[in-house]
């Protein structure tokens, strides 16, 4: 903040855009995603998006701009909060709040949309701009955020086996009703119209080809049993496949959920007057 009697004001009237996240470059959509599939709904979290900014990222306000009185070294977070200001215009007396449209003064007073008004200062303790956390909290966050990155992958590791479990088995009952099963009853309905069509055979001398005809008719009954038990216990362990992989993509999607908190969390310590980025790196390496 190039001149502190303006950050009251201006830290109000940006109020919740000053903890929008700035995720790593590229990586907005992973981010966009986790807030759409996790478990809790995150409302009201911004994802800076640089593609939306790319007319700001660089650019020099007018001199009488609000906006041309913050400054800082991470540019796209800088043309984030200068998109928001807008064309807010500095004034002083109530002639000027008259005058433009758009505009704002050192003690809050805020013209806007067609009329005046006065919007509560934010309170010091509350500032964003310029603060850093305390060394604990930058320790805590990234403690948090190491975990859920490695519970986000066990989650995708999970899912993969699961998966890799789910088409197996699937293949199996595949090839077992299309070939085994399929093949038993045809055969067994072959034979048993065959028979019928001799008659009584009960108390009948059988020629041989008959007799090896009812030998094959008990193998095909027998095949036919068990390509009906192999094919109830393919259908259970789908079932339970199944439930496994539902319930690793409910994982999957919490892991992710909690990390965006996280991620919020953490951009949020970085904006505090007492972030150190060297001493957070220095603990964690």
């Known amino acids: 903040m190039k001149d502190e009697q303006w950050q009251p004001a201006i830290e109000a009237f940006l109020?919740?855009?000053?903890?929008?996240?700035?995720?790593?470059?590229?990586?907005?959509r992973d981010a966009v995603r986790i807030m759409r599939t996790s478990g809790r709904h995150l409302y009201n979290v911004t994802v800076v998006q640089p593609e939306h900014l790319r007319d700001m990222i660089g650019?020099?306000?007018e001199a009488h701009s609000v906006a041309s009185l913050i400054d800082g070294e991470h540019p796209v977070a800088l043309a984030f909060l200068r998109r928001c200001l807008g064309r807010l215009r500095q004034v002083d007396t109530?002639?000027?709040l008259e005058k433009y449209d758009r505009s704002l003064s050192r003690?809050?007073?805020l013209s806007l949309n067609?009329?005046?008004?006065?919007?509560?200062?934010?309170?010091?303790g509350d500032w964003a701009m310029g603060a850093r956390?305390?060394?604990?909290?930058?320790?805590?966050?990234?403690?948090?955020?190491?975990?859920?990155?490695?519970?986000?992958?066990?989650?995708?590791?999970?899912?993969?086996?699961?998966?890799?479990?789910?088409?197996?088995?699937?293949?199996?009952?595949?090839?077992?009703t299309g070939d085994l099963f399929d093949a038993a009853l045809t055969a067994l309905a072959a034979a048993s119209a065959e028979l019928d069509a001799i008659g009584d055979v009960a108390e009948a001398d059988l020629p041989q080809h008959l007799k090896g005809l009812a030998e094959k008719m008990r193998k095909v009954k027998q095949q036919a049993a068990e390509a009906e038990k192999l094919h109830a216990q393919l259908s259970t362990t789908v079932?339970?496949?199944?439930?496994e992989l539902a319930a690793t993509v409910t994982s999957l999607a919490r892991a992710r959920g909690q990390m965006a908190a996280s991620e919020q969390r953490l951009a949020a310590a970085r904006a505090h007057r007492d972030f150190s980025e060297e001493l957070g790196v220095a603990l964690y390496t």
């Open 15 to 28: 109020s919740g855009n000053r903890s929008a996240l700035v995720v790593d470059p590229g990586r907005e």
């Open 59 to 61: 650019r020099k306000p």
């Open 94 to 96: 109530e002639q000027e």
């Open 107 to 109: 003690d809050a007073m």
């Open 114 to 124: 067609g009329g005046t008004k006065r919007i509560a200062l934010a309170d010091k």
């Open 133 to 176: 956390p305390a060394c604990g909290d930058i320790v805590f966050l990234r403690e948090e955020m190491v975990l859920l990155m490695r519970a986000e992958e066990s989650a995708k590791q999970q899912l993969r086996r699961s998966r890799l479990a789910d088409e197996a088995v699937r293949r199996v009952k595949s090839e077992a």
């Open 239 to 243: 079932g339970s496949v199944a439930a």
